[in-house]
């Protein structure tokens, strides 16, 4: 069954009478009522057509459709023949010439993972990616992104999802992450379980574990990486004031929370 949702150029807002959907290509507007407002959200963010409630909704949609407002959703992997308009992407979404990993190196992995390297696209269009890879004994969800003109949708909720299902057929039964600050809430709301991360220089890694200890901080586990160690904790919630006073107190290289979570 295909998903739907409104094309790039369809918008919608909360007017005082009615709800006003404006077709910003064909410069029209239309007028609905205000209960149709949860199923407007619903199309927003994706829909399939089986999927409605009422007769008025599935009316609605209907005429979505012969009106060409909507854009069919799919996710589907990158052919590696794909993958410099998918590295041309992460690049303007998220990299922004600050690079986790070379091209090549994600190029290789998408030629040994092909079901771990998603795109999600709008008709035709490219506006989300998601990128993963076996580590040890779990997977690594390195990188995911979605376009700025369609965040807040769910479709990066949508892409995590698709990357589970591929990652149990796989049959992976871990997935790690790291994330930045903005995208914590973001992991945490999609059951992913959160441990604090302090990259120090490898000569300071005693040093930083016994002043932990003595601070009666549970340690998960310690790698060393290029002269650094990586100490990984344990946490409860999403402490942000932890994670300050940890930065504060031992200028770490990098410091930031992981995820995890069982499938």
């Given at each position: 069954?295909?998903?739907?949702?409104?094309?790039?150029?369809?918008?919608?807002?909360?007017?005082?009478?009615?709800?006003?959907?404006?077709?910003?290509?064909?410069?029209?507007?239309?007028?609905?009522?205000?209960?149709?407002?949860?199923?407007?959200?619903?199309?927003?963010?994706?829909?399939?057509?089986?999927?409605?409630?009422?007769?008025?909704?599935?009316?609605?949609?209907?005429?979505?459709?012969?009106?060409?407002?909507?854009?069919?959703?799919?996710?589907?992997?990158?052919?590696?023949?794909?993958?410099?308009?998918?590295?041309?992407?992460?690049?303007?979404?998220?990299?922004?010439?600050?690079?986790?990993?070379?091209?090549?190196?994600?190029?290789?992995?998408?030629?040994?993972?092909?079901?771990?390297?998603?795109?999600?696209?709008?008709?035709?269009?490219?506006?989300?990616?998601?990128?993963?890879?076996?580590?040890?004994?779990?997977?690594?969800?390195?990188?995911?992104?979605?376009?700025?003109?369609?965040?807040?949708?769910?479709?990066?909720?949508?892409?995590?999802?698709?990357?589970?299902?591929?990652?149990?057929?796989?049959?992976?039964?871990?997935?790690?992450?790291?994330?930045?600050?903005?995208?914590?809430?973001?992991?945490?709301?999609?059951?992913?379980?959160?441990?604090?991360?302090?990259?120090?220089?490898?000569?300071?890694?005693?040093?930083?574990?016994?002043?932990?200890?003595?601070?009666?901080?549970e340690i998960l586990g310690i790698s060393l990486v290029n002269h650094l160690a990586g100490i990984?904790?344990?946490?409860?919630?999403?402490?942000?004031?932890?994670?300050?006073?940890?930065?504060?107190?031992?200028?770490?290289?990098?410091?930031?929370?992981?995820?995890?979570?069982?499938?």
């Amino acid at each position: 069954m295909r998903q739907y949702t409104f094309s790039k150029h369809i918008k919608f807002r909360k007017e005082a009478d009615c709800l006003l959907i404006c077709d910003c290509k064909l410069l029209r507007d239309f007028k609905v009522e205000f209960e149709f407002e949860n199923f407007l959200n619903a199309v927003n963010k994706g829909i399939k057509e089986n999927t409605t409630h009422t007769e008025k909704e599935r009316l609605l949609l209907k005429d979505f459709h012969s009106m060409r407002m909507l854009s069919a959703i799919t996710i589907r992997p990158i052919p590696s023949e794909a993958f410099q308009q998918t590295d041309r992407f992460m690049e303007q979404q998220l990299y922004h010439g600050k690079r986790p990993r070379t091209y090549e190196f994600l190029l290789e992995k998408c030629k040994e993972n092909p079901t771990l390297f998603l795109g999600l696209y709008l008709d035709d269009e490219l506006i989300g990616v998601i990128q993963g890879f076996p580590r040890d004994d779990y997977l690594l969800m390195s990188e995911l992104a979605v376009d700025t003109r369609f965040r807040k949708r769910s479709f990066g909720a949508q892409l995590v999802k698709a990357f589970e299902t591929n990652a149990k057929k796989l049959n992976y039964t871990k997935i790690k992450l790291g994330a930045e600050d903005t995208a914590t809430l973001f992991y945490y709301s999609l059951g992913y379980k959160p441990s604090l991360f302090l990259q120090v220089p490898e000569k300071k890694q005693e040093e930083v574990i016994n002043k932990l200890k003595k601070d009666k901080q549970e340690i998960l586990g310690i790698s060393l990486v290029n002269h650094l160690a990586g100490i990984e904790l344990v946490v409860d919630s999403l402490d942000q004031t932890k994670l300050a006073s940890l930065k504060k107190q031992f200028s770490p290289v990098s410091a930031q929370f992981l995820f995890s979570k069982d499938l």
